[in-house]
């Protein structure tokens, strides 16, 4: 909730597991996808964050299944591609990668 304008929303930060350990992040993507669209369902925006240990695919596996968009630009164009946003992950304090997913302004 923001303190300021009483406005809600949902945040779902996640850790996903790194180096080769793909079936693990697969799973897991699939749980935090199934979550979001529960959160969608709500109204409420929805803003997905955290260290996914992986770059392009993460993007393109939510922004299929989910109503999020990147704020840097990513999305599904209108043949179905998926577009890498301008920025793809911010560095915060040099080791970790954030993505940051957000519902659509509307």
């Not at 304008?5 to 779902?12: D, L, S």
């Not at 199934?34 to 803003?47: D, H, Q």
């Not at 793809?88 to 659509?104: F, H």
Request: include cysteine.
């Amino acid at each position: 909730k923001d303190r300021a304008t009483g406005r809600q929303f949902w945040v779902m930060n996640v850790h996903n597991a790194p180096w080769d350990y793909q079936a693990k992040r697969n799973a897991a993507t699939r749980v935090q996808i199934a979550r979001i669209k529960e959160l969608e369902e709500s109204g409420l925006p929805v803003y997905y964050v955290g260290d996914f240990n992986e770059k392009r695919t993460i993007l393109c596996k939510v922004l299929r299944q989910t109503g999020l968009s990147s704020p840097a630009g990513g999305r599904i164009n209108a043949l179905g591609e998926c577009v890498e946003p301008r920025q793809r992950m911010l560095e915060v304090r040099e080791v970790e990668r954030v993505l940051l997913l957000q519902t659509a302004p509307g």
